[in-house]
């Protein structure tokens, strides 16, 4: 039986390159996506055409804490065995203080910080039975913080030590490790960074150029099989200084 692998947030940019890459490397994926519906159907077709029934989809709002159970049930009746869980989805864009509100502050916790510690909580018995792993897609402002984004940089800081807390709780069944990306795709939000904002992270970057989502992806694949590992955040962020 090849291994299972749950990956949230999965049909497009980063997840969408986590999915390929697992993939490629022998995994069936359970590819969960919240709006992107078309992506993620045509994203499993792609890859179900190499090697058939190898990825199926399921959609879920992580908003939603019922949802969250629905999809880890969901994930585990694929194939009837989960092997490794990728906490990618995230919710980010800018609340600057002064105008911070209640509910993107529940709605950058629910996603970065609430969803991967309950999917993680619907899923440990299952991937202690298969001496699984999870990866957390976290973020280099959980280091460094960032202005005009506190609630998400304090929602990732929060995910940063869910991972070395649950990798003592799960151990030694479970390894539990974190991706920490840097400048990697400029984000997508209403606005967007200005030019000059993507010219000073660069400079403080300092291999000066913007990594790839297949950076990212191949330390997700390191992590799930470096069974000697657990409880570590890599930064895979080109060098960043804060």
């Not at 969901?74 to 509100?101: E, K, Y």
């Not at 018995?125 to 984004?149: E, K, P």
């Not at 807390?165 to 200005?194: C, D, F, H, M």
């Given at each position: ?70 999809l ?30 209640t ?49 998400y ?8 030590n ?62 799930a099989q ?13 060098g960043?200084?804060?």
């Open positions: 039986m090849k291994p299972v692998a749950l990956v949230t947030g999965a049909a497009a940019r980063i997840g969408a390159c986590i999915v390929r890459r697992l993939h490629a490397a022998g995994y069936c994926v359970v590819l969960h996506y919240h709006r992107s519906h078309d992506k993620a159907t045509a994203l499993a077709a792609e890859l179900n055409a190499v090697r058939p029934d190898s990825v199926r989809i399921v959609q879920a709002d992580l908003q939603d804490v019922a949802a969250i159970g629905q880890a049930t969901a994930a585990l009746t694929a194939w009837g065995r989960i092997d490794l869980l990728v906490n990618n989805a995230s919710t980010f864009f800018p609340t600057p203080l002064g105008t911070i509100t509910a993107e502050w529940d709605n950058l916790l629910g996603s970065n910080a609430r969803a991967p510690l309950l999917l993680s909580q619907h899923l440990h018995t299952a991937l202690r039975t298969s001496h699984g792993a999870i990866v957390n897609i976290i973020d280099s402002t959980s280091r460094y913080g960032l202005a005009q984004f506190i609630p940089a304090m929602a990732k800081a929060a995910l940063a869910m991972t070395r807390s649950l990798a003592r709780e799960l151990a030694p069944q479970v390894r539990v490790n974190g991706v920490a990306p840097g400048a990697i795709l400029w984000p997508e939000y209403e606005g967007g960074t200005k030019p000059e904002e993507q010219v000073a992270t660069l400079a403080r970057t300092a291999l000066g150029r913007l990594g790839t989502p297949e950076d990212i992806a191949n330390a997700v694949l390191f992590l470096a069974s000697y590992v657990t409880g570590q955040i890599i930064k895979v962020d080109g960043v200084r804060s």
